[in-house]
DNA sequence: GTGGTTGCAAAGGCTTTGCAGGCAC
DNA sequence: GTGCCTGCAAAGCCTTTGCAACCAC
């Protein structure tokens, strides 16, 4: 008996976005995970994606980055860090700030409250973008 | 003769806008903004708000908190600070953490790019809604 | 066979936009 | 009078959801 969640079961479509995902460097939105599965499973719907994401985000597998103005990416890596996002090409990469420093401080600032995670979004030009405006 | 914006004109919808904004304590929405304005102009309307912000945002005299998932939030700090939000209540306050040194610590991270801004917003249950769950 | 899953399409929420009329200058 | 601004409504984008068919168990 597991301890409380519906029996889940495997599926085609599961584990295709789930690897399409753990596999990938970068960090595809629903809408590029859809198109890589489709390579594999031609009639797959985004709405089958966002759902089985959702799944996994639950499941901690896999970390939803929502990005202001922009469809969310996913990232395989579940450890907290925070993102870089370049405001020309919209390239998102990790940056190994300890955010977890952030959350310390944070709490100490506001003791009150009870403070779980942390959302941090840095903005700029990437280094290619920044190669071209100059 | 101004830079080289096309000359803005000054309207009723503007400044009552403005100062709805510029004189509310929390972080109102658009919406928020909208109902505010509507005690004083009625039939305002809610892409009139949208267009105005827009323009405060972008004049610097009004910051936009993009939050996941979620409606923006105007501020009228234009202070770059941390957020933190309830994600019982939606609840959200200032931090007054100092955002430019995760800047800093992030351009050291990342020479090669060019960091401009951050966007840090902490989750959690807020003092009210933590007592409640408790 | 049962019921979690899927594909499709429609709907949902937030925001932007096209257009004709209106108003600040 | 000019052309920026407004209100209205429609459209846009990302995401969620209802439903009947489907398939893993």
Not at 1 to 9: L, Y
Not at 31 to 40: A, G, I, N, S
Not at 61 to 72: F, H, L, Y
Request: hydrophobic letters at 35%.
């Amino acid at each position: 008996m597991q301890t409380e969640a519906a029996a889940k079961r495997n599926t085609r479509q599961k584990s295709a976005i789930e690897s399409a995902v753990l596999s990938s460097c970068d960090h595809p939105s629903a809408l590029t995970v859809c198109e890589r599965v489709k390579e594999e499973i031609p009639n797959i719907s985004l709405g089958t994606v966002y759902r089985v994401l959702g799944m996994l985000v639950k499941e901690g597998k896999v970390r939803e980055i929502p990005v202001p103005g922009a469809p969310s990416r996913f990232d395989k890596t579940t450890r907290t860090h925070a993102h870089f996002i370049c405001t020309e090409c919209g390239e998102l990469s990790d940056i190994d700030a300890e955010e977890s420093a952030f959350i310390a401080h944070a709490r100490a600032m506001f003791p009150e409250a009870e403070i779980d995670e942390a959302e941090i979004i840095f903005k700029g030009l990437c280094a290619h973008c920044k190669g071209e405006k100059s």
